[in-house]
C-alpha cells in the first residue's frame, strides 16, 4: 500500500509544488523593472477599459500585492479632460477579488495632487462620470465593480465649479473615506479639512466636511463646518432627485446653514448683492431648497438692529424676490446711511431679467417717529434704477384722513413729487400740534413740488382749510392756490388766497381775495374782503427783500 502513497504524492506534490514554485517567481518578479513596466500598463489598460473616462499612470516604484506605490497617475474625464492627479498613490491590492473580477483596495492613499470640478451641464461634476461602467448595455453578467475601502488624500487642490459656485480653489485638503464604483457609484467621506481660498475674496478654513454621494435616488448628504476668524458656518446639504422624476429632470437642493455669527460685508462678498448696504453682525438660520431653476429661500437672523425674517424666490428665469420682515429694526445698526429711525413692517425687493437695471422695491410699514416728526403707516412701491428712483406710489392713513404720493427722484438732484392728500382735522394730529400748536380744521391739498440740479426749486398746486381757526384769524374756508418757484430762500410767487367769513381778533373781515406776486427781490401783496353790511376792504402793499 505504500506504492499507493508514493503515486498520490506523485501526482498531486508534484503539481502543487510546482504551483507554488510558479507563484514564488511571479511574485519575485512582480517588483523589477520589468515586472512594474508590465503591471504598469496592465494596471492603465485594465482600469480604462473597465470605465468611461481613463487612468494612465506614469510609473511604479514599487510593486507587490500588499503595498504597490504609483506615480504621476492622471484620471480623465469622458472627454478626455484631465480630473484628477496624483504624485503618489500608495495601493494595497486585493488579489482574491481581482480574481473574482472585482478591483478592490484594502486602501488608497495619495500624496499631492489635484481635482479639476467640471460641470456636467446637469449640476455634476464629470468625475462621477468618469468612473461609471464602459459598457452601459445590460447584461445578464455584473458591471465592473471597484472599491477603494482605505481612502486617504492629503495635501490635495481642488479647483472647478461644483452646484453652480464657479472658480472654487481649496487647497490643504485632507480627507478620509470610501469609494465604490458597482451598479452606482457610492462615495463616502468620513472627514475633510482644508482652506478655502476662491472664489470668495477672502480665505476661510474648511474645520471638516462629513457625507456620502450617491447615483442613486440618495443622491448627496454633505455636513460641512467652516470659519473664517470669530465667524462659524455649519451646513447641511442634500442634493437628490425628485421623487418619480425623470433621469434628464434636475436635481432638487436642500442646503441649510447656521451662522454663528456672520458679518454683513461676508453676505456681499459670498454673492449676495442685496446685502451690499447692511452692516454689522447676525447670527441665526438659512435654508436655500428646490430644483435649480426654482430655488427657494428662508431665514431667520438677529441682529444688533433687531430681529428679521427673509423669504425669497430664486428662479434661474422668472422674477427673483426677496423679503426682509421685522416686528421692530433699528435700521441704522443694519443698513448703513440711514437715518436713526426704529421701525416695524416688510420691504420687498424683485428683480426681474427682462428690465436688468431696474430693482423693485415694496415697502409697508408700521407708524414710527423720524428725529421729531411722526411718520404714519404706510405703503410705497418704488422702482430703483441706475440714475435714481421712480416713486409709483406711497400711500397711508393719515389723522383719519389719507395721503398718497408718486414722483421721481434723481440722484443726479432732480426731483418731482406729486402728492394729494385730506384730513379732516389738524388738531388731532401730532405732528401739526407741535410745530403749529393750536391750529384747527379740516385740511386738503394737492401739490406738486420739483427740484432741479441747481437746487431751484418750483411747488404748485392747491390748499384748502375748512373752519379754519388760528390764533386770532378764523374763517370757514381758505383755499391758497398757485405757483412758487426759483430759489428757495427768494421765490419767485404767484399765489391766490381765497377766504370766506374770514375774522380777525373775532371782527369780521368777509369774503374776498388776496393775492402775492412777484420776486425774487420784491413783492406785491393785493386784497379785496366784503364783510356784512357792505363793509369793504381793500389793501396793497409792496416788500422788498434784502441781500442778507
Known sequence: MRWISRLVSW????????????????????DTNVGRRIGRDMLNEFVSDQMVGTMHSGYITQLRLWHTI??????????????????????????????????????????????????????????????????????????????????????????GELLGLKNIRVVDLDTKGRMEFYWITDIEVWSAEGRMVSPFPFEASIDNIVGSVHTDARGAQVTAEASRGEEKLTAELVYSPREDSA?????????????????????????????????????????????????????????????????????TEGVTRIEIASPRLELAEVIGGVPEVAVGGRIEMTSDPKNEDVLGVEIETEGFKFEDVNVPALFAKIRARDDGLDIDLVEAEYAGGDLRLDGRVEYAGTTDIHAIGYIPEVSGDPNFEQFVPGIEGGAEFDLRVRQTVRDDFEAEG??????????????????????????????????????????IAGYPIGNGQALLKGGPKEYTATGEFTAPVERRAEFRARVTANDG
Open 11 to 30: 501526482f498531486l506534490g508534484w503539481p502543487l509544488l510546482a504551483v507554488v514554485s510558479l507563484l514564488s517567481s511571479v511574485l519575485f518578479h512582480l
Open 70 to 159: 504609483v506615480k504621476d497617475t492622471f484620471v480623465y474625464d469622458p472627454d478626455g479632460r484631465a480630473i484628477i492627479y496624483g504624485e503618489t498613490v500608495e495601493l494595497g491590492i486585493d488579489p482574491i477579488a481581482a480574481l473574482r473580477g472585482r478591483l478592490r483596495f484594502y486602501y488608497a492613499e495619495l500624496t499631492n495632487g489635484w481635482v479639476d470640478l467640471i460641470d456636467d451641464g446637469e449640476g455634476a461634476p464629470t468625475f462621477l462620470a468618469a468612473f461609471e461602467a464602459a459598457d452601459q448595455t445590460p447584461t445578464v453578467g455584473e458591471p465592473f465593480h471597484a472599491i477603494v475601502d482605505n481612502m486617504d488624500l492629503r495635501n490635495l487642490e481642488v479647483t
Open 247 to 315: 433621469p434628464e429632470d434636475p436635481w432638487d437642493l436642500d442646503l441649510f446653514m447656521r451662522v454663528e455669527p456672520v458679518r454683513a460685508e461676508t453676505l456681499y462678498d459670498v454673492g449676495f448683492d442685496w446685502a451690499e448696504s447692511l452692516k454689522g453682525d447676525a447670527s441665526g438660520w438659512v435654508r436655500l431648497w428646490g430644483p435649480e431653476e426654482d430655488y427657494r429661500l428662508r431665514a431667520d437672523v438677529g441682529t444688533a438692529g433687531g430681529r428679521a425674517r427673509i423669504n425669497g424666490d430664486l428662479p
Open 462 to 503: 392747491r390748499v384748502r382749510f375748512d373752519r379754519f381757526r388760528y390764533g386770532a384769524i378764523s374763517a370757514h374756508f381758505l383755499i391758497l392756490e398757485g405757483r412758487v418757484w426759483g430759489d428757495p430762500f427768494k421765490p419767485r410767487v404767484d399765489l391766490a388766497l381765497d377766504g370766506a367769513a374770514l375774522r
